[in-house]
Structure formats: C-alpha cells, structure tokens
C-alpha cells in the first residue's frame, strides 16, 4: 500500500509563511514526479507546483516567487515552503505523486491539508 502522509497546515496571517510536507511509503519502483496541488472552497483542484524525478520544477503563475517546492530523498519527503502567504491562497493542499510500479504508471494522493490565510 503505497501512502502519502502530510502536515504542515494551520492559520496564518496574511504575510506569513507555512511549509508543508509530504512522505512517501509503500512499494514503488520509482518516482516520475511530485507536486502540490490546491482546492479552495466551490473551485476545481490546480496545480500549484511539481517537480520530476529529474528535478525539473513548475510552478502556477499565481504563486511563483513566493512557493518553493523541494525534496529530500534520503527522507522519501517533498515540501512546499509558502511565503508571503495571501488571503487567496486558503485552500486544501493535496500532495500528489506519480509513480512507477510493476510496469504500470500510478497515482496517489495525499489526505489533504487545510491553509487558512486570514488576520
């Protein structure tokens, strides 16, 4: 059972900064990519940044700047560090990752975490 466990979210003042994580576990022969992803109340799920197994990083328009996605191996974990966080940045994150596993390209999503922006 391949799992991903985050943390990270809370309340935070508009100007503040949280960073989230995410850990992998479970069988995976290898990872094709990593990413955040946001869902704020009646909207759909976007994108908000992912990086390659090859370190390859994109980031939604609206938070380049201010997010930075990274990773540490070693620790099977990937973080968004959010800084100068905005009202409009309230929302779910769900962790994301795509992965290789007995020849098959799968997909898994995190419990989601709750970012509140608000003074």
């Known amino acids: 059972q391949v799992q991903l466990v985050e943390s990270g979210g809370g309340l935070v003042q508009p100007g503040g900064s949280l960073r989230l994580s995410c850990a992998a576990s479970?069988?995976?022969?290898?990872?094709?990519?990593r990413g955040w992803y946001c869902q704020a109340s009646g909207k759909q799920r976007e994108l908000v940044a992912a990086?390659?197994?090859?370190?390859?990083?994109n980031y939604a328009d609206s938070v380049k700047g201010r997010f930075t996605i990274s990773r540490d191996n070693a620790k099977n974990t990937v973080y968004l560090q959010m800084n100068s966080l905005k009202p409009e940045d309230t929302a779910v994150y769900y962790c994301?990752?795509?992965?290789?596993?007995?020849?098959?390209?799968?997909?898994?999503w995190g419990q989601g975490t709750l970012v509140t922006v608000s003074s």
């Open positions: 990086i390659t197994s090859g370190g390859s990083i």
């Open positions: 479970g069988s995976i022969w290898s990872i094709n990519s």
């Open positions: 994301k990752m795509s992965y290789r596993y007995q020849f098959k390209l799968l997909e898994v």
